[in-house]
C-alpha cells in the first residue's frame, strides 16, 4: 500500500503538535535546565574513576536526548552513589573428578546506581535512594580486564535510559 507524500506529511505534521512538552526524545518536563553532582563509588571492586565516567555519561545522556541544559543548580537535581559493583560465576560446570573443583562457563559483571532525584517544578516527581541496576555475563575464558571496559559501557547504557525514564519521561 503506497502511502501519498501530502497524506504522509499531514499525519506526520499531526502528530508532532501534540499536546504538551513531550519531544520525540521522550522528555516530558518543562524544566530547562538539571544539575547532576559527580556520583561517588561506593563499592570494593569498581575501578577508582567509575564515579566520573558515569556522571560524565549521566550529564551527556541528558544533554543528548533532551532540551534540558546541564548548569550547577537547575530545576531538576540528581545526585547518588555507585552501589554496587559485582561480579558472580552463572553457569557451573562440572569437571567430573571427585578432586577437581567446579567452575563456571559465565560470569555476570552487576552495577547498580541509587540516585535521588529532585524536580522543583514538580516535587511529585522526587524520589529518593532509588536503586537501577542491569548486568551482563560473559565467557569466563575471557580475559575480564580486556572486556570489562566494554560490559560497563553497555550496562551504563541501559542504567542511563532507565534513568532518564524515571526522571523526566514519566515512564
Known sequence: MKIKFPLLAVLLLSLSQGCGVYSFSGAATSAKTISIEPFFNNTDLAPANIGATFTNKLK?????????????????????????????????VSTGRANDPNTAALSRLTIAVRITFEDTLEPKNNFKDRTFSFYKDFDNNLNFTSIQEDLEKQIFDQILIDIFNATVANW
Do not use: C, F, K, W
Request: glycine share 6%.
Open 60 to 92: 551527556d545522556y541528558y544533554q543528548q536526548n533532551s532540551s534540558l541544559r546541564v548548569t550547577e543548580s537547575g530545576e531538576l537535581h540528581i545526585e547518588g552513589i555507585i552501589s554496587e559493583y559485582r561480579v558472580n560465576p552463572m553457569a557451573p
